[in-house]
């Protein structure tokens, strides 16, 4: 089945930096690969996603890029702010079952 | 008030007893799905709900069973807990499937 792997646990980057995290899947038949942020304590909820019918997508100051052929994904997040710092969460589905394979987390703190 | 509600928010049962958690959502999403949050692990899908009575398996599905009467309500049951299964619970809901999905609050669900 579907592994989605997210490769980096931790970042720490300076306030107004950029932030990338990276996220590599294995199934082929996956077209949609959403993102979901996790702030300490709290819920997940959606920030952004893309299909596999476009290769960038951007709401603000979030970017994702996705290379099908290297099956990698990745969520920029740029002029990075403090209340950026949570957990971000990527995920993958085919359109065959639509049931999201999430990543293991990547915890982001931006440093003031 | 787009909104998902889990009941309740904490529970603490023994090894055996049966526990049921709810879920609740006033968005008439056809979908909802129940997951559960490990350490390291992110999310993994217990089951998924197309609608009233219409059930899947997900990923993780042993130990657990669902039930979907109405459309905006779906319960997750651990009949005879273990102690593996402590974790922090998620409901989630979607308006069908390939698309956002809006999380509860969580349950954090102790088994001693």
């Known amino acids: 089945g579907e592994k989605v792997e997210q490769h980096e646990s931790t970042l720490s980057v300076r306030e107004g930096d950029s932030a990338v995290i990276n996220c590599t899947y294995t199934?082929?038949?996956?077209?949609?690969f959403p993102w979901y942020k996790q702030e300490a304590g709290k819920s997940l909820h959606f920030v952004i996603d893309?299909?596999?019918?476009?290769d960038r997508k951007q709401s603000q100051r979030l970017i994702v890029l996705l290379d099908k052929k290297a099956k990698r994904f990745s969520l920029h997040i740029t002029a990075t702010q403090p209340e950026d710092s949570a957990i971000y969460f990527c995920?993958?589905?085919?359109?065959?079952?639509?049931?999201?394979?999430f990543g293991s987390g990547t915890q982001l703190t931006v440093m003031p | 008030d787009m909104k998902v509600t889990q009941m309740p928010r904490y529970l603490i049962k023994r090894m055996g007893e049966n526990v049921l958690l709810e879920c609740g959502q006033d968005?008439?999403?056809?979908?909802m799905y129940w997951y559960r949050q490990d350490p390291g692990l992110g999310l993994q899908l217990i089951y998924i709900?197309?609608?009233?009575?219409?059930?899947s398996e997900g990923d993780i599905p042993k130990g657990y069973r669902v039930s979907r009467k109405k459309r905006e309500h779906f319960s997750l049951i651990l009949d005879s807990a273990k102690t593996n299964q402590t974790s922090v619970y998620f409901c989630?809901?979607?308006f069908g499937t390939g698309g956002e999905q809006y999380f509860g609050p969580g349950t954090r669900l102790t088994v001693l």
């Open positions: 989630a809901s979607s």
């Open positions: 199934d082929t038949a996956s077209s949609y």
């Open positions: 893309i299909r596999s019918n476009v």
């Open positions: 995920a993958a589905a085919s359109s065959g079952s639509w049931q999201l394979i």
């Open positions: 968005m008439s999403h056809e979908t």
């Open positions: 709900s197309y609608d009233v009575d219409s059930n």
